[in-house]
């Protein structure tokens, strides 16, 4: 079968966007198959996923999105009481599950999945008298907000066991998040060492997704669904080669991937640089990880200042603690990069190499009276202000732009 890089090097293929729904039965299961709705669809959205917050620590974000549907046959309005509803018969649209396929054809049209989105329907829904309705899409991990995690064990246990406590959590002994996800959930599939955490806080008013960030912050995991729809934890660094190739135009590297760049700027990653981290574990009393530096010596620290990142986590023996705190500090400023390319099928964490050295151009002539350039007076310069030859990074967010098929990426160098 044709690969997804074969197809995108090419440089003009066929794209291909499908969305499906599950209905939810009135006995509270769901649909068995996915029933297409492409048909419908007026316009497909941005999605993004990604690190949000300002440290880049635990905090996982899927921003919800809006869908856009043609309901001028009404085929999307409350099923309860209009038979021409296409949830006439079922539980209602509220947390029906949305599937969103965005793929390529090789020249069999066989189709070449590049990425799988799955949400629900979850909150206000609007329609107008020009006959279109808007459904608004959380991600499947909307779920983890939406329940307490009362009733969760509190025992000692890693990390990762306290994490598939709550995916099991139960209320009249059913499974409160079994029917929401497609697949078999995926714990630490890269079997990152995990911390044990002996006195485990789990009060009522917190919910499962706080508890869910905070075993991600103390391992430096995130949660995410992939594109199977299965529930995945797993560490945020990324581990292996580069899955892709990033090229600008004027690249002359690792051309077997094509000029996939269509455009790119450069900053300084300081919100990602904490070289002294600070844990209060019990009342008014703390572990601090800090990075030995000198005033003068002219490392990141002394440039930029010794910036704290501080948190209060008292479930945490001072052992846990330190742990987590030399794990969490950061001692050197990373570049990021953001880059808008074709649709590629990368995700949040994949690592990937970038060459953007811009247009070749040439320059006045420059004489060097017997030729030392093999035969040429005149050398050749490259446009722009970026020249980034084989740079190593990870992409930390993504912004999928379903209808243009392009991706808006930030990544970091490793």
Partial sequence: MTTAKELITRGTVNAFRRCSIKRLQIDGTYETDWYDISYYVIDYPNINEGFGDEVLLGEYETESYDLNLNNSDRNFVDGLADSSSLFYGFAGRKWTKVKIEVGLLD???????????????????????????????????????????????????????????????????????????????????????????????????????????????????????????????????????????????????????????????????????????????????????????????????????????????????????????????????????????????????????INFVGESSEASPFVLGVSLLGGTDTLERKLGSASISGLSAEIIRVGYDIENMKLNLIAREI
């Avoid at 890693?158 to 959930?185: C, H, M, P």
């Fill in 107 to 353: 020249d069999t049209d066989t189709e070449v999945n590049l990425k799988t989105f799955y949400g629900f329907i979850f909150g206000d829904i609007s329609s107008n008298d020009n006959g279109m309705i808007t459904f608004p899409i959380s991600s499947l991990l909307k779920v983890f907000e939406l329940f307490p995690a009362s009733g969760i064990s509190g025992t000692s246990a890693t990390t990762s066991v306290l994490i598939q406590r709550i995916l099991d959590k139960q209320v009249n002994g059913v499974n409160v998040f079994d029917r929401y996800f497609e697949a078999t959930e995926s714990i630490n599939p890269d079997s990152v060492s995990c911390t044990t955490i002996s006195s485990p806080e789990i009060y009522d008013s917190m919910t499962c997704w706080k508890k869910m960030n905070d075993y991600s912050i103390y391992q430096d995991f995130f949660p995410s669904v992939d594109n199977t729809g299965a529930f995945v934890w797993r560490g945020r660094d990324p581990t292996g080669a580069e899955v892709w190739k990033l090229n600008g135009a004027g690249g002359t590297l690792n051309n077997d991937y094509g000029v996939n760049i269509i455009s790119l700027s450069e900053s300084f990653g300081m919100k990602a640089f904490w070289p002294r981290v600070t844990i209060e574990y019990a009342d008014d009393t703390f572990y601090t990880s800090s990075t030995n530096w000198t005033p003068g010596d002219l490392s990141d620290v002394d440039l930029y200042g010794e910036k704290t990142f501080s948190i209060t986590k008292k479930e945490l023996s001072l052992a846990e603690a330190t742990i987590i705190a030399d794990r969490l500090k950061t001692n050197t400023i990373k570049r990021e990069f953001g880059i808008q390319t074709v649709f590629l099928p990368l995700k949040v964490r994949d690592k990937v190499e």
